[in-house]
């Protein structure tokens, strides 16, 4: 079964601090994603990396960075985190470019900023 | 940019109704596409995937309307664990996209 988890299920962190985020995948997935999820707002791409080093931005990069210097492990970072970042953070991965393979979400980090 | 499109109800049904929720695209070259469960303060789960016209599993059957460009979920004999919510992700491009899901409320 693949497994993907990430660092923290809950994590309170205060206005302005820098917040790291971290997600490993043990399938040998190239792709990974991170989301961010809010009600009535769904799933919202933040960023996503298809190899190792390699990044793209999604649809609210605003505010976050990532890195992949490892294939299994995919880190999000809050530069300086605002209040506005409160959420629900979900790491994916999934094998191969395809547009033929679905993903596998970790079980999230649910975020508080104050 | 919002190409996946869901109705996000809720959806309130008896249990033993049909139920079928739909999710249109707006991307005509996209291929693949898949249905999620949600539960609450959980993360999204693969419940099915539809490639060409249609797949079933069970009580769940997934169809697919290239004309019109929609997928279908049908849901038969609801069960109280059905309760949950359904994301759809449409695939036209290696950049996923979700809809904002569809919340179903099965009661007795």
């Known amino acids: 079964d693949v497994k993907v988890t990430q660092s923290s299920r809950y994590l309170v962190k205060r206005t302005g601090e820098k917040v790291f985020l971290e997600c490993v995948q043990d399938?040998?997935?190239?792709?990974m994603f991170w989301y961010r999820q809010d009600p009535g707002l769904g799933l919202r791409l933040i960023y996503f990396?298809?190899?190792?080093?390699?990044?793209e931005k999604g649809d609210i990069p605003e505010g976050y960075s990532v890195s992949r210097e490892k294939k299994e492990r995919f880190s999000l970072i809050l530069e300086s985190a605002s209040t506005n970042q409160t959420s629900m953070y979900l790491c994916?991965?999934?094998?191969?470019?395809?547009?033929?393979?679905?993903?596998?979400f970790g079980p999230g980090t649910r975020l508080t900023v104050t | 940019r919002k190409e996946v499109e869901q109705d996000p109800g809720p959806f309130n049904v008896p249990e033993g109704a049909t139920v079928a929720f739909n999710c249109t695209y707006s991307?005509?070259?996209?291929?693949?596409f898949f249905w999620y469960r949600q539960d609450c303060r959980k993360e999204p789960k693969l419940l099915m995937s539809?490639?060409?016209s249609g797949n079933e599993d069970g009580r769940f059957t997934a169809q697919l309307n290239r004309a019109s460009q929609y997928i279908s979920l049908l849901i038969r004999d609801s069960k109280l664990s059905d309760s949950a919510t359904y994301l759809c992700?449409?695939?036209?491009?290696?950049?996923?996209?979700f809809g904002r899901g569809t919340s179903l409320i099965v009661h007795p």
């Open positions: 994916a991965s999934r094998p191969g470019t395809g547009l033929y393979y679905e993903q596998y």
């Open positions: 399938m040998d997935h190239e792709n």
């Open positions: 990396s298809y190899d190792v080093k390699m990044k």
């Open positions: 991307n005509s070259a996209s291929q693949s």
């Open positions: 539809v490639y060409s």
């Open positions: 992700e449409g695939g036209g491009s290696y950049i996923p996209t």
